[in-house]
């Protein structure tokens, strides 16, 4: 997959992918239209941030590179590589819980707060990208 060097597009299946965790300086890309959606993404090593419509969607300290970001009413998923392990947050549903996939493997159920953000942690590295659903009980 590697970084998205034009920090945000549109895949041919019709999904998002954004962020470049290997620039040095933090790089931003606003008014990105997918469908009837703006997006904004913020991204470098630290730390890479998309938003839709002003809406938070995504974080992950450090930063990462996303693929194939697909965003539905009852999930999310995505593919996320990183240089080392990330914290990743994602804007969800107030107080609803979620179950967590990491590769295929079942990490546990999930709350969001009231805020209805998820946070997660997620062993990356070199060659270790993590493929993440997170599903709407």
């Given at each position: 997959m590697g970084v998205i060097s034009e920090l945000i597009r549109t895949e041919g299946d019709g999904k998002i992918s954004f962020g470049d965790y290997t620039?040095?300086?933090k790089t931003k890309k606003d008014n990105f239209e997918h469908g009837a959606d703006k997006y904004k993404v913020k991204t470098f090593r630290e730390i890479t941030?998309?938003?839709c419509n002003g809406i938070f969607v995504y974080e992950s300290v450090?930063?990462?590179?996303v693929s194939g970001l697909d965003l539905t009413e009852n999930e999310v998923s995505?593919?996320?590589?990183g240089p080392e392990d990330a914290e990743i947050t994602l804007?969800?549903?107030?107080?609803?819980?979620y179950e967590v996939l990491i590769n295929g493997e079942n990490a546990g159920t999930m709350k969001t707060n009231l805020g209805g953000k998820l946070t997660l942690s997620v062993e990356l590295g070199e060659d270790?990208?993590?493929d993440i659903s997170i599903i709407k009980k």
């Open positions: 620039l040095s300086s941030k998309l938003e450090p930063g990462t590179a995505f593919r996320v590589e804007g969800l549903s107030d107080s609803t819980e270790h990208p993590a």
